[in-house]
């Protein structure tokens, strides 16, 4: 999925104005807090009045003095500082940690460097499969400082030089400021508070724990802070925390380790700080079916949403199952929270990619209430539900179960909430899945599914499409949605889409295509608007599963095509082109080839160009395969280019006889059906009915021979026929 959202509820009414439950404490210092407040706006207004654009964004001559200003070099600011950001005048904040000796790393690089170190974390993390955001510093000099950025830098002395009173005030008026804002976020970065922020995690005093948490929180939406918080060793002291015994502190935590863990190095190291362990167990606190309070499923609203975050990395999905992840997720995956369901069902459509986890889903019964919730009214948690289903509907087992517990019906009415594509691609794709079986396809035809499909088959971005598409071609596999789509108007634009660059988008419609092409008047249309010359040009397509599925979808076109021969040839260079293709090193491409030229061959002149461009010693060279696919379309291929010149001497002398007889054993049925017709074809030429009998084709054929299939007991026979002949004639002319 593209960028992962995240839906954050509402913080509890005892949570939200952390200042007001310390009132008793520090009510001797608001005035001093209100001062401050006041004084820093005076001094903006004077700042942002005085000078040209340059000196306006320099910090005003008191904040030179006085230490503080973002500008400064970071041998000047760390001094004062440097033997311990938590030391004060009068009763000091002690922590356990000193920031200064990372201070310089925290410090706001030029773009060039922040590109340095992203390769290196791209490097640190190759083992993980997904992208990684790449974090760009803003530019300066453009604009003005705001009033909200020096009033940040005026608190920021506060945080780091005052007692612990002074510093709990401090946070609490840094909250008052809108922290979601850049402005805000990279202030506190900019004036080294951050370094503080992460330290005081390291204390002992619970009110700036809480503090420090409920501002790495909300400035950790930043790309450049979450990469900074990680630099600096936050997450480690935050995977600590979720052993606290104060939940708020543990809720806290989880939901900041949530933002930070969306890159691949934050989350390996919250997987190797046993972060992962902890998270699963804060899912194990309390049980669905007891009684609790709201605190309780906040631990695990901001458990699973951390989960979440990490599981788009493979060893922490693997690392969530070991630690018993699964079942707990199936067991809040029943309860009716929809901000529970939306971190839950998200993290198990990030695991549903591996094959373990689909088999979990499936014996756990979740598929159930997956299927419940795609008739939920938030759009969110239906979204990631059908994407869930997206993922697990590779395996039949749950595409039957989907159907069981009715939730196709559910699907194809999610797809009038056409304005949300993201949910639009999540049900499509779906539907896509589920189709892949006959029976939900005969149950999409009752809800008019083939349809409205239709009608998304233009203006959708490229994800709906590829799903749109690649479900309309699993649906005409049936002759009734075949003449459903003609007559809805969609031949038009698939042929459009074959025009597109994407290659799973092109992968789709050339199915989608040559599923329509089975049908002559469907095919008809196909070619008026010349869609057989794009599936031919798509054959020069470089990814190799465009050219399979293009010479797939062109074996219908030429068999259904009036004066197809004709056709074929009209495209210059075409029959060249596909000879070429068995070069090729890709067995699914090879196959598709070699089914297309068996089409091809049906007409004589076409076998004579393709017989020019070596398509004898080509196929010859391919006999030798133990694909069982691969091996009944080049039969197939073989016995119709026999039917020209001299091409079953050539077949011999290329020696594809002899492997040609051991295909006769394989178990494939359809496999003998070719190899029949193809050994019967060679059988014309008396060299071949040597090298034949040789490799023992005889008994082969005879148990062949009494098959219920006819084209497969006339061909043997025929085959058994031409050798006996020869023998017969062999033996007259020896003993005449």
């Keep these: 999925m593209a960028k992962q959202e995240y839906s954050m509820s509402k913080e509890p009414a005892h949570k939200k104005n952390f200042q007001h439950g310390e009132g008793a404490e520090i009510s001797g210092q608001s005035q001093n807090l209100q001062d401050l407040t006041e004084k820093t706006e005076c001094e903006k207004g004077k700042c942002s009045s005085a000078g040209p654009t340059d000196h306006r964004l320099k910090p005003h001559i008191k904040w030179k003095s006085s230490g503080l200003s973002a500008s400064q070099s970071s041998d000047k600011v760390p001094k004062k500082y440097s033997e311990g950001e938590g030391k004060s005048r009068g009763g000091s904040l002690t922590t356990k940690k000193k920031a200064s000796g990372k201070s310089k790393s925290v410090k706001i690089q030029e773009t060039s460097k922040c590109k340095a170190s992203i390769s290196l974390e791209d490097s640190e993390s190759s083992s993980e499969t997904d992208e990684d955001e790449q974090p760009v510093r803003r530019q300066e000099g453009s604009t003005d400082l705001s009033a909200e950025y020096w009033g940040i830098q005026k608190l920021a002395k506060y945080v780091k030089g005052g007692d612990p009173t002074a510093t709990l005030i401090a946070l609490c008026s840094m909250r008052d400021f809108n922290l979601s804002e850049e402005t805000c976020q990279l202030a506190i970065k900019d004036t080294g508070c951050l370094e503080v922020l992460i330290n005081l995690l390291d204390t002992e005093e619970i009110k700036c724990q809480t503090g420090s948490l409920k501002i790495l929180k909300e400035i950790s939406q930043n790309i450049l802070i979450r990469h900074a918080i990680a630099d600096l060793g936050g997450l480690e002291i935050m995977v600590k925390i979720l052993d606290s015994p104060d939940n708020n502190l543990k809720c806290l935590a989880a939901e900041t380790i949530a933002n930070v863990a969306r890159f691949k190095r934050a989350r390996k190291t919250v997987r190797k700080h046993g972060g992962i362990k902890r998270l699963v167990e804060l899912l194990e606190s309390i049980s669905v079916g007891s009684s609790y309070q709201a605190k309780d499923t906040e631990t695990v609203r901001c458990a699973a949403l951390a989960l979440w975050s990490c599981s788009k990395s493979t060893k922490n999905k693997k690392a969530i199952r070991k630690a018993g992840g699964i079942p707990l997720l199936a067991r809040w995956l029943k309860c009716s929270h929809a901000n529970i369901l939306i971190p839950i069902v998200g993290t198990l459509q990030e695991c549903a990619s591996e094959p373990s986890y689909r088999l979990a889903i499936r014996t756990e019964g979740m598929i159930e209430n997956l299927v419940k919730n795609l008739s939920s009214e938030h759009e969110e948690l239906q979204m990631h539900c059908a994407s869930a289903i997206f993922k697990c509907a590779e395996d039949e087992e749950i595409r039957d179960l989907v159907r069981k517990h009715e939730g196709l019906q559910p699907l194809s009415a999610l797809l009038d909430k056409s304005e949300n594509k993201q949910l639009l691609a999540a049900v499509t794709g779906a539907i896509w899945k589920c189709a892949i079986s006959r029976e939900n396809v005969l149950k999409f ?212 006889v002899a492997p040609l007889a051991r295909y006769l054993k394989s178990k494939d049925p359809l496999v003998h059906r070719a190899t029949a017709q193809a050994l019967y074809q060679l059988s014309e030429d008396p060299n071949n009915c040597v090298i034949m009998h040789e490799n023992g084709v005889v008994k082969l054929l005879l148990a062949m021979v009494g098959s219920t299939d006819d084209t497969l007991q006339e061909a043997a026979a025929g085959c058994i026929a031409n050798i006996r002949r020869l023998a017969l004639a062999t033996e007259k002319a020896k003993y005449g």
Excluded at 461 to 476: F, K, M
Excluded at 483 to 489: A, K, N, V
Excluded at 513 to 530: K, R, T
């Design 445 to 656: 035809q009752e809800y008019k599914t083939v349809e409205t499909l239709v009608t998304l088959l233009t203006d959708q971005p490229e994800e709906v499409l590829i799903n749109v598409i690649g479900a309309l071609g699993e649906c005409c596999q049936e002759e009734e949605n075949r003449g459903t789509i003609r007559r809805s108007g969609g031949i038009a634009p698939m042929v459009t889409l074959l025009t597109a660059t994407n290659p799973a988008l092109l992968v789709n419609v050339n199915k989608a295509v040559g599923g329509c092409a089975m049908e002559p008047e469907n095919m008809a249309i196909i070619d008026s608007l010349d869609g057989v010359r794009l599936l031919w040009s798509l054959l020069k397509n470089p990814n190799p599963d465009v050219q399979a599925s293009a010479a797939w979808a062109l074996c219908p076109c030429v068999e259904n095509a009036k004066n197809s021969g004709e056709m074929v040839r009209s495209f210059v260079g075409g029959l060249e082109l596909i000879v070429n293709l068995l070069k090729s090193n890709d067995k699914e491409v090879l196959t598709s080839v070699c089914a297309a030229i068996a089409n091809i061959a049906k007409d004589q002149e076409n076998l004579a160009v393709m017989t020019d461009h070596g398509v004898v010693p080509l196929l010859s060279k391919l006999a030798n395969t133990n694909n069982n696919k691969l091996r009944r379309h080049l039969a197939e291929a073989i016995a119709h280019c026999c039917m020209w010149g001299s091409n079953r001497v050539a077949f011999g002398e290329a020696k594809a």
